[in-house]
């Protein structure tokens, strides 16, 4: 069949879902210059393609302008096209950065603490997924048996990392009921999250090619386990020296990284409004779930908000090169860009502010009584998407953090989807989501 090869322009929009449009390759010169035409409304098409309330209208054109340096080119030699794609900005006619662009916001919260502290930010995206296909039998969980049965589309998917510009780190059968993970060398800036966004086409489109479907969904089943996303960090200096380690600090922490992960516990109850964005993510989002439930640092804690990594190295600068953090409130509803720029923003804050590095605990928070915590300085993560929307709209401090109508854009996106889920039944939500995710 004749085919003119396409390139497709993209972003992650509010919804957490990669939206854009396709282009004649051939054209490739003349887009990267004049971009291709986007409406402002489409900021508020929700993840069930529902249309929230809109301060818009039909009203308004942008252009979303792809990046040159973003495209990845992923041949999986199936009889399939090559997807061939790009992400982009979205701005004005004018040019300039349109205030709901995710990737807009992430720059400037980059820029941010670059302004404030001079780090620039190495991370990688660590995400879980499963398969909707027939259940495996007990035993499976990180087994080599469950590897086995779906080697050929865990080897399509590390090929199509490679392909995509993307450094391969491991993929594996996780605990869950076709449950994998998988997880990629680290990248710096924007692609960061730009990269995590591909590892999410890949694993979606190589299960397609081989009959299978791959959900990023919070929860499938009300009853199983969850799928996170943790989001690994670590920061460079202004002469690209590691600057997130020092050891005489707590936990090993800089001053300036104890300083960030403080602003992200102080803010954390703000931000899941951003990081967690579904009805279902506070399933997922309670204790003893391994996933997060207090605003706490741990120290190699996997119920932790955040969490000390452990660190192999033989010398200082190998243990300097290698520290990291990991987030650990965070799930695949979310667009990667707008993850990330609400947890830099969140520890930039801190950063300002001169915060004291957090102490990690170590005991189950959950077995603390309400009073315990407060004196303590904890919080219960909210137990709801409404609960986080309030959260985030009542902190004035965070929602200065985003440019002109963004919060307010948001809320109204994500109260219209919290809507649309809040007569159905916890099984019928998680169904829901896995349709989209």
Not at 171 to 195: F, L, S, W
Not at 226 to 232: A, F, Q, T
Not at 416 to 432: G, L, Q, W, Y
Request: aromatic share 8%; charged share 20%; net charge negative.
């Amino acid at each position: 069949m004749i085919r003119e090869p396409l390139v497709f322009a993209a972003l992650t929009d509010i919804a957490g879902k990669l939206r854009g449009k396709g282009f004649p390759a051939a054209q490739l010169d003349t887009r990267q210059r004049s971009g291709i035409g986007w409406t402002p409304t489409n900021v508020q098409i929700t993840c069930f393609d529902a249309i929230a309330p809109s301060p818009y209208g039909a009203l308004g054109d942008l252009v979303l302008v792809p990046e040159p340096g973003s495209r990845a080119t992923v041949d999986f030699q199936d009889g399939r096209p090559p997807e061939d794609m790009m992400l982009g900005d979205v701005r004005s006619l004018e040019g300039e950065p349109w205030e709901c662009c995710t990737r807009s916001i992430l720059r400037g919260a980059l820029d941010r603490l670059e302004r404030v502290a001079g780090l620039r930010v190495r991370g990688a995206f660590e995400q879980e997924f499963q398969l909707t296909g027939a259940a495996v039998p007990p035993g499976w969980a990180y087994s080599h048996a469950g590897f086995a049965a779906q080697a050929p589309f865990l080897g399509a998917v590390m090929a199509g990392l490679g392909q995509a510009g993307l450094t391969p780190d491991s993929i594996m059968k996780e605990y869950g009921d076709n449950q994998y993970e998988v997880t990629i060398a680290p990248e710096e800036g924007v692609r960061v999250a730009d990269a995590a966004t591909y590892v999410r086409m890949i694993v979606q489109q190589a299960a397609l090619g081989l009959g299978e479907r791959a959900t990023f969904t919070p929860i499938l089943d009300p009853k199983g386990v969850g799928n996170g996303v943790h989001i690994h960090l670590s920061f460079l200096d202004a002469e690209g020296r590691p600057a997130t380690w020092d050891p005489d600090g707590p936990s090993g922490m800089s001053r300036q990284t104890g300083a960030f992960v403080a602003g992200i516990l102080r803010h954390l109850g703000s931000i899941v409004a951003i990081t967690a964005p579904s009805a279902i993510s506070y399933l997922r989002l309670t204790p003893h779930r391994w996933s997060a439930a207090f605003n706490n640092l741990g120290f190699r804690d996997r119920e932790a908000s955040v969490r000390i990594c452990p660190v192999a190295g033989d010398t200082p600068e190998a243990v300097a090169r290698r520290y990291n953090f990991e987030f650990r409130a965070a799930d695949a509803t979310a667009s990667p860009h707008l993850a990330l720029a609400a947890i830099l923003h969140a520890g930039a804050q801190g950063i300002e502010d001169g915060l004291p590095a957090p102490s990690a605990t170590e005991e189950d928070l959950a077995e603390l009584s309400p009073e315990d915590l407060a004196r303590r300085g904890y919080e219960r993560l909210p137990a709801s998407l409404e609960e986080a929307l309030d959260r985030f709209e009542a902190d004035e401090v965070v929602r200065a953090w985003f440019p002109g109508r963004f919060s307010e854009v948001y809320l109204a996106h994500k109260r219209f989807e919290a809507a649309m889920m809040a007569d159905k039944s916890i099984a019928d939500r998680c169904a829901a989501y896995a349709g989209v995710y």
